[in-house]
């Protein structure tokens, strides 16, 4: 319990009040539950949607997409602005952009892409309001929160302090996986046999391809790098389910 309780207070703003032992054994362990967390995400946003039903599409799109960005504090979408500018600003010096990823101002290439992001989520959103199929939004946020699971698998963590060394070196790695095969096997029975196979595949070489840009551009991945990577498979995802 204290291990999910730590994976909800890092990845939501929802009021809790609770005495936690943030030990490193602990910090590993809650991303076990970032998929769990996920799928609260979900339901928050689901709910809101259901209770808006009748109102005007594009505010109701608006206003979850707010909601998402209130629930999640924004951290994921601050990695994206951070590792947006780093990616294009160091020039391919590893050392400069990990100086660039910790720098706290944004840049004109972090701005583009925040905008292009929450308008693609905007769209997607409201194509699925449309279609009286905003349930399948909760699939997003729940296949995004494991991508830190597949990336702590895969990929060397490049910062020697900070809650992520501390996840890098006591994950769990075969309950890790076998939350990964759980999530992927809900999926099939949520979505359907075929779409969810496709789902999967397209967020997998997604995935690839931004730790390829990862490791080419810093050696491995950072707390900002994966929550680009969160950012861009939950864009991934709506954009799957919507087309």
């Not at 699925?128 to 060397?156: G, H, K, M, S």
Request: proline share 3%; with cysteine; net charge negative.
């Amino acid at each position: 319990m204290t291990a999910f309780l730590i994976a909800l207070q890092f990845l939501t703003r929802f009021p809790l009040n609770f005495n936690i032992e943030w030990t490193d054994e602990n910090v590993a362990r809650s991303l076990l539950w970032y998929p769990v967390v996920g799928f609260l995400i979900g339901l928050c946003i689901f709910v809101i949607s259901s209770l808006l039903a009748e109102q005007n599409s594009i505010l109701v799109a608006a206003i979850i997409l707010s909601v998402w960005v209130i629930i999640t504090g924004g951290l994921h979408l601050d990695g994206l602005a951070d590792s947006a500018d780093a990616w294009v600003g160091s020039h391919g010096d590893k050392k400069r952009a990990l100086e660039i990823m910790k720098d706290p101002q944004a840049g004109p290439i972090a701005v583009i892409v925040l905008v292009l992001v929450l308008l693609i989520k905007f769209s997607a959103i409201n194509s699925l309001i449309l279609n009286n199929e905003i349930y399948l939004l909760i699939a997003a946020p729940v296949i995004a929160r494991c991508v830190p699971l597949t990336l702590f698998l895969t990929t060397p963590y490049v910062r020697e302090q900070g809650l992520g060394s501390a996840m890098a070196a006591y994950l769990p790695r075969e309950l890790a996986w076998t939350v990964l095969s759980v999530v992927s096997i809900v999926s099939l029975f949520f979505l359907g046999f075929v779409q969810a196979v496709v789902l999967i595949l397209v967020v997998a070489c997604v995935l690839w391809y931004l730790r390829y840009l990862m490791v080419k551009f810093i050696g491995g991945m950072t707390g900002d790098t994966i929550g680009a990577a969160i950012e861009f498979v939950e864009v991934v995802v709506l954009m799957a389910i919507v087309f």
